[in-house]
């Protein structure tokens, strides 16, 4: 079973301050044991929302919306996506992220869909499409 762990922004994050040394060999070690443990399928940081954009949908169409946006508790600073057997499994790694700077935060660790949550509205027809992207997005990887 895949998980997305969201790893919050901060106001500091959404100014564009860069981690320091401290934080990026810490992460960097996490990250390699991840990877050792075969957990880690992919993660990345992201840029502030000074950098984006939203597409926002109505009846009238879509809209594009330049950032920055308003800094809230859901923004988003970077994420990662783990494959394990239970949420608590992924409970118990996201435990071990690196906290050096013992900043007060939280994680939020979301299950993602796989094809058998979907049901009998995932035709064998769809499966296969499904399959056949997700072949072509590893081959590219």
Not at 68 to 90: C, D, H, K, M, R
Not at 95 to 123: M, V
Request: with cysteine; glycine share 8%.
């Amino acid at each position: 079973m895949q998980f997305f762990i969201i790893m919050p922004a901060s106001p500091e994050t959404e100014a564009g301050v860069m981690p320091g040394t401290e934080l990026l060999q810490a992460m960097g070690e996490f990250n390699q044991q991840l990877a050792a443990a075969g957990v880690l399928v992919s993660g990345n940081g992201l840029h502030p929302t000074s950098r984006s954009a939203r597409v926002n949908f109505s009846d009238s169409g879509a809209a594009i919306e330049p950032g920055p946006f308003t800094f809230s508790p859901n923004t988003i600073a970077g994420y990662w996506v783990w494959e394990l057997p239970s949420l608590q499994a992924a409970c118990d790694w996201a435990a071990k992220i690196p906290n050096p700077a013992e900043a007060h935060y939280s994680e939020e660790i979301r299950p993602i869909f796989g094809p058998d949550d979907f049901g009998e509205a995932l035709t064998p027809e769809l499966r296969q499409q499904e399959e056949n992207l997700r072949q072509r997005l590893i081959l590219r990887s």
